[in-house]
């Protein structure tokens, strides 16, 4: 097994040269940019966003005894490192923080970990707005947009 920063220089050897990396990828060669630990800051940046979301999303809540299963904080960890757009940490730091229950064995937000995960930015933007418009268009009704959710209707 070869070392990370020897298969990034294989793949910089590859490419010709670093600037050429710079200039296929953009901002996204900063993950490969051959130093292992700039790739590191900035997937620790990406993650410390949806810990922080779901921090929020806790609130008070933070305070009672709970975890989060292994399963779920690996997909988090795998799909969240690369997330730089707001809206998604967002779904991830829900999806985090919907999963902190008392016996820590929790792991039904697996489907949607992988939904959100073969979104795009752009279809995750469409999913927030349309159920943002639901939400705000019955607020004041007595309808039970999850049970209608779940119920298949919409």
Do not use: W
């Not at 979301?53 to 969240?80: C, F, W, Y």
């Not at 970990?113 to 073969?118: F, L, M």
């Amino acid at each position: 097994m070869t070392d990370p920063e020897a298969a990034i220089g294989a793949g910089l050897a590859i490419l010709g040269s670093k600037d050429i990396l710079t200039k296929l990828l953009g901002p996204t060669a900063d993950y490969i940019g051959g130093e292992v630990s700039g790739f590191v800051r900035k997937c620790n940046i990406n993650l410390d966003s949806i810990f922080q979301k779901a921090t929020q999303k806790l609130g008070d809540r933070m305070e009672q005894s709970g975890s989060v299963n292994p399963r779920v904080l690996k997909h988090i960890i795998d799909d969240g490192r690369f997330c730089e757009d707001e809206l998604a940490a967002e779904y991830y730091g829900g999806l985090l923080a919907g999963s902190r229950v008392p016996n820590g064995k929790d792991d039904l937000c697996l489907p949607y970990i992988s939904k959100v995960k073969a979104m795009s930015t752009i279809q995750i933007r469409v999913h927030f707005a349309i159920y943002y418009s639901l939400l705000k268009l019955h607020e004041s009704s007595k309808i039970n947009l999850v049970m209608l959710m779940k119920g298949g209707y919409i």
